[in-house]
């Protein structure tokens, strides 16, 4: 697939071999390296550190849609006080909604600036400042809680923007500092951050909230981790490997190998809002997202009121299908980057068909079957299948737009916020109780969109 956004003119060609003869390569004269350099591996070390950081952003939007069944204490206290003469906040159905739609609208708030700050900052300095605002909003969540609804809005807000970098950084990273050869697989690692953090999450929510320690320590936990994480990151990132200390002149060969040098220059807005192979891809992840978001946000809520597991299990069963996810689309990676007597077209397809229609048979047997064992199952396999959206849709875009593939990205970010800030509205009309008769019909309008979604992107997107 050819992309339509040209390299200017002045940009230079790598050196297209591989071998490890420094002498080969133009730079040396100009780089200064460090004795150590990570066995000729630093991309590696950079793709883990890159997935820690996104991995803790995103776990620091999601602890809410878990302790959300474990703060009852909050009310509580509350009518110990009040002697049952006033209604907590907490229990109100209206504010637990718009708190499950803070991360969104502060995802769509951060993402405003994020393109232009990108071009200017760089992504290393946009990266680190969204880590420390989750980081901050995470670890000062029980205060605001205590103080009341509104600064818990606001720190619900200010978690988004720490988050609303996360689908750039995924498009952006992979093109920077992985060989042509591994990039399937360095993105399908990096967009696994979905996945661990609730891996993470989920469990480790469920053990501390029946701990001791409470619901409360879940954020001053997650939020100490996440600051520590992105010092790391400041200190040990660049946004260009021959910037690197650690990169080796035989790994920045290898990292460099046919790819064209990029330069700095304004995104042409137009041109790509208006390519029919990036309207597609917006099309399409927008309908997986619709679906997406409604099981990540109420999945605890779900498997607990639902199903009638106990908070330990719900954490546990939770993190189930993101475990599974994860290894598959780990798997998916390493299959792609092998498929090479398939078409790039042939690939994205198969991975967005497979992933979306998956999903919604997913969605279809959760909304009609009363068994909870086959609902446990659907659960985990629509999970699962959205994980593989990221391996058609996201790389598509990211070789149609190039350089300028942080703005599409971004707009497919933007899209995910819009559904997930009007996810809890739509979920708080259609089931306000949380019972089986009302989540049926639920699942079912969200699988609607992802059923035509598939084949719309498989016969749509051009050679």
């Known amino acids: 697939m050819e992309s339509p956004f040209q390299m200017s003119p002045k940009c230079e060609i790598h050196p297209t071999t591989s071998s490890a003869d420094p002498s080969e390569f133009p730079f040396p004269q100009i780089r200064k390296t460090s004795s150590f350099v990570f066995w000729n591996r630093t991309r590696l070390y950079i793709m883990v550190l890159t997935l820690a950081c996104l991995t803790f952003i995103q776990m620091n939007t999601l602890t809410f849609n878990f302790t959300v069944i474990c703060m009852e204490d909050i009310v509580e206290d509350h009518h110990r006080i009040t002697n049952f003469t006033d209604t907590h906040w907490f229990e109100r159905n209206t504010e637990k909604s718009m708190l499950f739609s803070g991360a969104a609208i502060g995802g769509l708030i951060g993402l405003i ?36 609804f509104y600064t818990s809005f606001i720190c619900r807000i200010l978690q988004g923007i720490g988050s609303a970098i996360m689908f750039t950084t995924v498009g952006v990273v992979p093109g920077v500092w992985a060989p042509s050869s591994e990039a399937n697989t360095f993105m399908a690692i990096l967009s696994c951050a979905l996945q661990l953090s609730n891996i993470i999450c989920m469990p480790v929510s469920g053990l501390l909230c029946e701990s001791a320690l409470g619901w409360r320590s879940i954020y001053y936990l997650f939020g100490s981790l996440t600051f520590i994480i992105y010092v790391l990151f400041w200190f040990t990132y660049t946004d260009d490997p021959k910037l690197h200390r650690n990169v080796s002149q035989k790994e920045l060969g290898k990292i460099s190998t046919g790819k064209v040098e ?154 995910a916020y819009v559904v997930q800030f009007l996810a809890p509205i739509i979920v708080s009309i259609i089931c306000p109780d949380n019972t089986s008769e009302q989540v049926g019909p639920l699942e079912y309008t969200y699988s609607k969109p992802i059923h035509f979604n598939g084949p719309f992107y498989s016969y749509s997107l051009p050679e």
């Open 262 to 415: 990029k330069i700095k220059e304004s995104v042409p807005y137009r041109s790509v809002c208006t390519d029919p192979t990036v309207i597609i891809t917006w099309i399409s992840c927008f309908g997986g997202n619709m679906g997406f978001f409604v099981l990540s946000l109420y999945g605890p809520t779900y498997l607990r009121d639902i199903l009638k597991f106990d908070v330990r299990e719900t954490g546990f069963l939770s993190a189930l299908p993101f475990i599974l996810s994860a290894i598959i689309k780990f798997a998916a990676g390493q299959i792609s980057d092998k498929l090479t007597f398939l078409s790039e077209k042939a690939r994205f397809v198969f991975f967005a068909a497979t992933s979306q229609i998956g999903f919604a048979v997913g969605l279809v047997v959760m909304a009609f079957t009363s068994s909870r064992l086959v609902a446990q199952i659907a659960f985990n396999f629509a999970i699962v299948s959205s994980g593989l959206n990221i391996m058609g849709v996201i790389k598509c875009i990211q070789l149609r737009c190039l350089q300028h593939v942080h703005f599409a990205i971004a707009v497919i970010s933007f899209t």
């Open 113 to 148: 600036p994020a393109v232009p700050l990108i071009s200017s900052l760089g992504l290393r300095n946009v990266q680190t400042i969204s880590g420390i605002i989750s980081a901050a909003s995470a670890f000062l969540f029980p205060l605001a809680v205590s103080i009341g």
